[in-house]
């Protein structure tokens, strides 16, 4: 009788080890085809002379001027001898000889941003990518780091994380080894031109056992390590953005610790938002032993955000209204809505910001740009607002 359980679990194991071969195979099929279609795309981001002017805080004469003059280089032209657009890194430049860069000053701090929730599919690493994108867009130097071991964020760079990555390019390796000093190791350029990536892969998710071991044997200075690593490159950057995993792990408590900011990303869903009001109350429960070590995290800003919004739905409707007036001030006031857009963009490996044009139509794109441009720029205020060097500007702005 044992001898044939044993035999039954022999193949049922050797079913699902074929499965998982078959279904690993399918994917990477899958994930070929679409980093083919991405190669064929022009990945970089480019802005005719109007939008090149708005981004950069000049006029398009200003711009004409001084490339006419040298001080800058003027954009390629196509065949028909019309401008071809101009790049972010030229857009950086034309920043840096107008005197308009927005970065903070040495006396800021750098603003650590998590994007949290302890729920998956609510829309935290769109948000975190598309987040790091604007701010890029913007001017400011941004690191992005994916703390996910599903890797969702680094997959929207065009890569395949558990081919194109080993463990010693993620976090993994600073978690577990206590001799490095610095993160600069894993930090990867992007082709948005001032916005790096710390990619993660599926062996990100072994480092959650080996700290919560250790943590377990009385090393609690561990949640200390991603905020040191932060900390060893911080100096380069405006904001630094963290997408941490959907649970309450060792490393979404090193998240938590090393954050000053905190976004939580909530669908007006019942199942969404009753297990947001969990995440709060774990989140303060969390902050109150945190704080038994002088380990809590002191948080500049609390932002609720309202993701994959469908409003032709009743229920979403009565539920955004009761998170406004539940959240008050705390609640970004436009909502990220469910967009074919979005959807279109992640299934080719790719965000909205990065498109030349759209995929649905342009009404739908220039709806969705609306939604991301607004949630992303209350944000980016909020940041503004913990640096004393922009204070006179945004009191200037109306915006103080």
């Known amino acids: 009788m044992a001898s044939a359980l044993d035999e039954v679990r022999m193949e049922e194991a050797l079913d699902v080890a074929a499965l998982a071969d078959r279904s690993s195979s399918v994917l990477e099929k899958l994930r070929s ?113 994916d703390c996910d071991s599903q890797a969702s964020a680094t997959t929207l760079f065009g890569y395949v994380p558990d081919l194109d ?80 995993p959907p649970a ?5 408590l090193s998240v938590l610790r090393a954050a000053n900011a905190l976004v939580v990303p909530v669908p007006p869903t019942v199942m969404d938002f009753s297990s947001t ?10 902050i109150q032993d ?16 309202a993701s994959k919004v469908d409003e032709n739905k009743s229920m979403q409707r009565g539920l955004l209204e009761l998170m406004r007036q539940l959240y008050g001030n705390a609640m970004v006031r436009t909502p990220l809505k469910d967009s074919a857009e979005i959807d279109n963009a992640t299934a080719r490996l790719m965000t909205v910001y990065e498109l030349s044009g759209p995929m649905t139509s342009k009404q739908v794109r220039d709806r969705c740009l609306t939604y991301l441009d607004g949630v992303c720029g209350e944000i980016e205020v909020d940041i503004r607002r913990t640096w004393p060097s922009h204070l006179a500007r945004l009191r200037k702005e109306g915006l103080a």
């Open 33 to 145: 085809s679409a980093r083919d279609m991405r190669a064929e795309e022009r990945r970089e981001p480019s802005f005719p002379i109007g939008k090149a002017a708005e981004l950069v805080g000049r006029t398009t004469a200003a711009i004409r001027e001084a490339e006419s003059d040298g001080r800058l280089e003027a954009p390629p032209r196509g065949e028909n001898n019309r401008r071809l657009g101009y790049t972010l890194a030229q857009l950086n430049d034309m920043r840096g000889t107008f005197g308009t860069r927005p970065w903070r000053a040495p006396g800021d701090p750098c603003s650590i941003l998590a994007v949290q929730n302890f729920k998956g599919g609510v829309g935290k690493s769109t948000l975190s990518v598309h987040l790091a994108q604007y701010l890029a867009i913007h001017g400011y130097r941004v690191l992005l780091i």
């Open 165 to 244: 990555l080993g463990e010693e390019d993620t976090l993994y390796p600073f978690l577990r080894e206590g001799e490095r000093a610095t993160l600069e190791y894993a930090i990867r350029k992007t082709h948005f031109d001032g916005l790096d990536l710390i990619p993660a892969n599926l062996r990100l998710f072994q480092s959650e056992y080996e700290l919560a071991a250790r943590m377990a044997r009385g090393q609690g200075a561990l949640l200390n390590r991603l905020s040191q690593g932060i900390q060893s490159v911080q100096d380069l950057y405006d904001v630094v953005i963290l997408d941490p």
């Open 248 to 252: 309450l792990g060792a490393i979404s």
């Open 277 to 286: 009001a969990a995440f709060l109350a774990m989140l303060d429960e969390t």
């Open 290 to 305: 945190l704080q038994q070590y002088d380990l809590a995290p002191q948080l500049a800003f609390l932002r609720f955000v």
